[in-house]
């Protein structure tokens, strides 16, 4: 089982859709969690940090299960700048992180 | 504009060539990355350093070099590389506890 799998997508959705990520881990014992963007040919840039109690950031909400070991993302009203793949990543403590493999949207006018 | 910069942002050699990948940060943070990508894959770890000394080193072969000259500079050193090494090799730095990186815009390294 790998230790971090994220829905696979792609997803393709109307602009103002609503549209969720889910990503499962499987090291209880894992520290922070956070969602990054990355678009094509271009470097991964941080979107938001995951918690327990919830974090939004305008049109965007990221939340963490630690009983599931899920976390997901969550954007409302999509617009077409949102297309891009975006990647979960789970921080073990000691500098090491896994990545998920990437969800890829894209929103379609 | 990243506060994370690495260069050269293209680089094309030959398998008998040595070159040199460089990143340097001002944000502060004391630990800093090399990753590698694969086209359609997530970033896979190379290697980690934590106050200016390797700390995790992800079993890369010693054709790839890692080198912390002090805590802005990062560098990789490239020897006798292979075509299937061909990448976007990205650098980036966190603060303490990892995680929260912030990556430089790549380097893309094409072996020939």
């Known amino acids: 089982r790998k230790e971090v799998e994220q829905d696979p997508g792609p997803f393709n959705v109307p602009e103002g859709a609503t549209v969720a990520f889910n990503c499962t881990y499987s090291n209880s014992a894992s520290q922070s969690f956070f969602w990054y963007r990355q678009d094509c040919r271009k470097e991964p840039k941080l979107l938001m940090s995951v918690y327990s109690s919830g974090n939004e950031d305008g049109r965007f909400t990221a939340q963490l299960n630690r009983a599931s070991q899920y976390i997901s993302l969550l954007i409302r009203d999509s617009k077409l700048s949102d297309s891009a793949t975006y990647l979960c990543v789970v921080n073990l403590g000691a500098g090491k992180s896994t990545f998920g493999d990437g969800t890829t949207l894209t929103v379609k006018p | 504009d990243t506060e994370v910069t690495q260069t050269p942002k293209h680089l094309v050699m030959g398998m008998t060539n040595k070159k040199s990948l460089k990143c340097e940060q001002h944000m502060g943070h004391r630990a800093m990355y090399w990753y590698k990508q694969k086209a359609k894959k997530p970033p896979e770890l190379m290697f980690v350093?934590?106050?200016?000394?390797?700390?995790i080193n992800e079993s890369v072969p010693s054709r790839f070099s890692p080198e912390c000259p002090n805590s802005s500079l990062l560098n990789l050193h490239l020897h006798a590389l292979q075509p299937e090494d061909s990448a976007l090799y990205l650098c980036?730095?966190?603060?303490?506890?990892?995680?929260?990186?912030?990556f430089g815009s790549g380097t893309r390294l094409t072996v020939v």
């Open positions: 980036a730095s966190s603060g303490q506890g990892g995680g929260g990186y912030t």
């Open positions: 350093y934590s106050y200016e000394k390797l700390s």
